[in-house]
């Protein structure tokens, strides 16, 4: 069976960019007579709040869309354990060193100039990944802090994405946007990269819908569940929400409250249905003439 997940991050309240990737993932599942399951990213305690979770949960069901684990949703920060074994089979082979640079280094080192740009990328050679182990364990010893980082092959990946098509790089060491990645931070904090992959392998997960954003993060995902055992998830990107300035959606942007679920559906007094069609004529699925559709007749929707 088709399983497919959402996976918001509890850092604010759920705008329409975040409806609109909770419903075309949504539709891609149902229409496959799927399982859709609800995953809080909660991993950053500092940004992460129970309340944005109330409200997320509340506003996907004001939406329509129910998900198949409830009461049962799976929250990242209950998992470190699955993160530190994976963490620990990818060091066995061979994959992970520590980095001892900060961001400012780190952003040093991708301004400079390094060879050839391909898509606009400089390859980042980062030098941690030439430290051995003793000399690693020694600067630990002095109490330097590190981050963990996964070293990306010099080797081609290519996907198929539902939406966008035929995804390939020639080398993920040297077309990976940043360089290697890293999977837990110096502060102990599990990173978005490893967390992802040992969710989605372990949930079962295999259609991933989400932002294009993320269109790269998909190649790095599928070499981390792949090096697990793993079998990696289709991949079904969407485009981002703009909002009327032509600037994405963020929650660390400040957010505009009359683009928010929670104040549509609060203070506004709108249908539904009348999000669903707004969110259908952003995803291309209606033309803009639609104000208002259920979510039946959206199942017979194609994008």
Same mark, same amino acid.
């Given at each position: ?14 705008? %329409? ?6 419903? /075309? ?6 229409? @496959? ?5 609800l995953?809080?990213?909660?991993l ?5 709040h129970p309340? %944005? ?7 996907l ?7 198949? +684990? ?12 699955? %993160? ?7 060091? &066995?082979?061979?994959l ?7 961001? /400012? ?16 990328v400089?390859?980042?050679?980062n ?45 993920? $060491? ?11 931070? $110096? ?9 992802? $992959? ?17 269109? @790269?993060? /998909?190649?790095?995902? &599928? ?12 991949? $079904? ?20 409250? +009359? ?6 559906? +609060? ?6 249905? +009348? ?16 104000? %208002? ?7 017979d929707?194609?994008?």
């Amino acid at each position: 069976m088709l399983v497919g997940r959402y996976a918001p991050s509890p850092t604010g309240l759920m705008h %329409y960019g975040n409806a609109m990737a909770a419903l /075309a993932s949504w539709l891609d599942v149902r229409r @496959e007579g799927g399982r859709w399951l609800l995953r809080i990213e909660d991993l950053d305690r500092e940004r992460c709040h129970p309340q %944005y979770v109330d409200s997320l949960m509340e506003d996907l069901r004001w939406l329509g869309l129910e998900w198949d +684990n409830q009461g049962s949703e799976v929250f990242q920060s209950e998992r470190s354990e699955l %993160y530190r074994d994976a963490l620990t089979k990818l060091d &066995r082979q061979g994959l992970i060193y520590r980095c001892f640079c900060t961001r /400012a280094q780190m952003a040093s080192i991708s301004s400079a100039p390094q060879g050839e740009q391909r898509y606009g990328v400089q390859p980042v050679v980062n030098p941690c990944r030439t430290l051995t182990k003793e000399e690693a364990e020694r600067r630990l010893l002095r109490g330097e802090r590190a981050s963990c980082r996964l070293i990306l092959p010099d080797e081609p990946d290519s996907y198929y994405d539902c939406r966008y098509g035929l995804q390939s790089i020639g080398s993920m $060491s040297k077309m990976i946007q940043g360089g290697d990645p890293i999977l837990q931070r $110096s502060d102990g904090m599990w990173a978005y990269q490893l967390a992802v $992959s040992v969710d989605d392998m372990a949930m079962g997960v295999t259609l991933v819908t989400r932002g294009m954003d993320l269109l @790269e993060s /998909a190649h790095i995902q &599928r070499f981390i569940i792949g090096r697990l055992g793993g079998e990696p998830p289709r991949y $079904s990107h969407i485009p981002l929400y703009m909002g009327a300035d032509g600037v994405r959606l963020a929650k660390r942007n400040g957010g505009n409250d +009359n683009l928010t679920v929670s104040y549509t559906r +609060n203070v506004r007094g709108i249908k539904p249905g +009348n999000v669903l069609a707004h969110l259908a004529v952003k995803l291309g699925l209606l033309p803009d003439t639609e104000t %208002y559709i259920t979510l039946n007749e959206l199942l017979d929707t194609t994008l």
